[in-house]
């Protein structure tokens, strides 16, 4: 047992990730499974993990909520693979290897990168990597894959709303959202949990005013940042958490 854990602990290093014990009972009000845990009344929630890569989030999901229902979303086929095979024994989880965005497509580019989190089907910019140290953003290789929207999945597999929206998509937060048009004018998604990047990472990423006004505009709130990383005193990127204002207090 312990050799297994060691080869996926090196497996997870890999792809820039390191296992930390984590416990669902001993949350802060700093973590964001916390206010997911006490803004839901549902323990089995339907949760949309765009952008799962190997599963580091699903796995606090299901530590937060055993019964919960992920739809998972990675469309680079390694990171894919892995994120299958790790959860391979877990109830619940619906594995696509696709992008989503603000169309449906069958080959779209997709940027991989020295970092294989920080990969995009946007182009990264070739000054994004003076803000990281190590060069993540530097491409190694160009891949195709599908893309379909939010509104469209949700159509074809009869899925009429959404607790939780997990989006991480290295600059592509704004199309996802997009995507999503129908259920989020029909408030059709409760929580809305996001990675925004402020330095200019990748070639026309999303601006954050441009993520809150379209949410806004659909009645979503902001209700908190996390993880916010600075350089120089400057934001550079941020976790923010949206709600749905005629579902909330």
């Known amino acids: 047992m312990y050799k297994i854990k060691k080869i996926i602990s090196k497996l997870l ?10 416990s669902s009972a001993s949350l802060s009000v700093k973590e964001p499974f916390y206010h997911f845990r006490n803004l839901l009344d549902n323990s089995q929630p339907l949760i949309f993990d765009v952008g799962a890569y190997v599963g580091d989030t699903i796995e606090q999901f299901k530590l937060s909520f055993p019964e919960s229902y992920i739809h998972a979303f990675e469309p680079f086929d390694e990171s894919f693979s892995f994120l299958k095979n790790r959860f391979k024994k877990t109830d619940k989880i619906f594995f696509n290897n696709m992008a989503l965005g603000d169309c449906s497509l069958e080959n779209n580019k997709m940027y991989i990168t020295q970092n294989k989190g920080s990969s995009s089907l946007l182009q990264p910019e070739k000054s994004a990597n003076e803000f990281w140290e190590g060069n993540p953003l530097l491409t190694q290789q160009e891949v195709k894959v599908e893309t379909t929207t939010i ?6 597999y009869n899925i009429e709303s959404i607790d939780i929206l997990k989006i991480d998509v290295q600059g ?12 989020l004018k029909e408030t059709r998604v409760k929580l809305i949990f996001t990675e925004i990047s402020i330095a200019p990472n990748y070639k026309e990423q999303s601006e954050i005013d441009e993520i809150i006004k379209l949410l806004r505009e659909n009645e979503y709130k902001i209700f908190n940042f996390f993880k916010m990383k600075h350089k120089e005193g400057k934001l550079i990127e941020c976790d923010v958490l949206f709600y ?3 579902l909330f207090f």
């Open 151 to 156: 509104d469209s999945y949700c159509q074809q």
């Open 13 to 22: 290093r890999f792809f820039g990730y390191e296992i930390q014990r984590y």
């Open 244 to 246: 749905a204002e005629k």
């Open 172 to 183: 592509l937060e704004l199309k996802v959202l997009q995507g999503a048009k129908r259920m």
